[in-house]
């Protein structure tokens, strides 16, 4: 069964971290871009973070910048989302998702697997 799984959410303070981890499972993600998006109540879901399966081009949405950092370690089939200096507006549920091809897709293109979900809030 081909999936993926997302762990490390949480609930932290305003400024404070947390890292979450995508694993694959049935599947190998070396030729897989993943990107993490998240959904806030209310909103619509919003793309954050995507890298190219050599991990050689990352793309970040403008808010995140400076604060998040996406990485991957292809032989441990996982990708991570380092989060730092966590704001109150990044409170969301976040999930990663996997499509085959090399390079980060244009915004809203379709991916081929999505996680579950895990769930992030940030308090002020």
């Known amino acids: 069964q081909l999936q993926l799984v997302e762990s490390g959410g949480g609930l932290v303070q305003l400024g404070g971290s947390l890292r979450l981890s995508c694993v694959a499972s049935?599947?190998?993600?070396?030729?897989?871009?993943i990107g993490w998006f998240r959904q806030a109540p209310g909103k619509e879901r919003e793309g954050v973070s995507c890298i190219s399966s050599s991990g050689g081009s990352i793309k970040y949405v403008d808010s995140v910048k400076g604060r998040f950092t996406i990485s991957r370690d292809n032989a441990k089939n996982t990708v991570y989302l380092q989060m730092n200096s966590l704001r109150p507006e990044d409170t969301a549920v976040y999930y990663c998702a996997a499509v085959r091809r090399g390079s980060c897709p244009p915004l809203k293109s379709p991916y081929d697997y999505w996680g579950q979900g895990t769930q992030v809030t940030v308090s002020s």
């Open positions: 049935g599947f190998t993600l070396n030729y897989y871009v």
